[in-house]
């Protein structure tokens, strides 16, 4: 998906519209759904990478 802020939901509208059959009000319900939990999403990210980052630096400081 891209790395772009609600970039994946415009990817899919494609999808939605002519596989699923979603008609406009559908389409914008999932929007607006998508907006609202992207954020989410993109918090639990950032959250993993520093626990990583977290971790590796602990490793690396006993080594050395």
Do not use: H, W
Not at 9 to 17: D, P, R, S, W
Not at 33 to 42: P, V
Request: aromatic letters at 4%; a negative charge.
């Amino acid at each position: 998906m891209p790395g772009v802020p609600g970039g994946a939901i415009m990817v899919a509208l494609g999808l939605l519209q002519t596989m699923l059959d979603f008609d406009a009000q559908q389409q914008g319900l999932m929007i607006a759904l998508y907006i609202a939990m992207d954020s989410f999403g993109t918090a639990c990210n950032v959250m993993g990478d520093g626990a990583i980052a977290m971790i590796i630096d602990r490793i690396a400081k006993d080594e050395g």
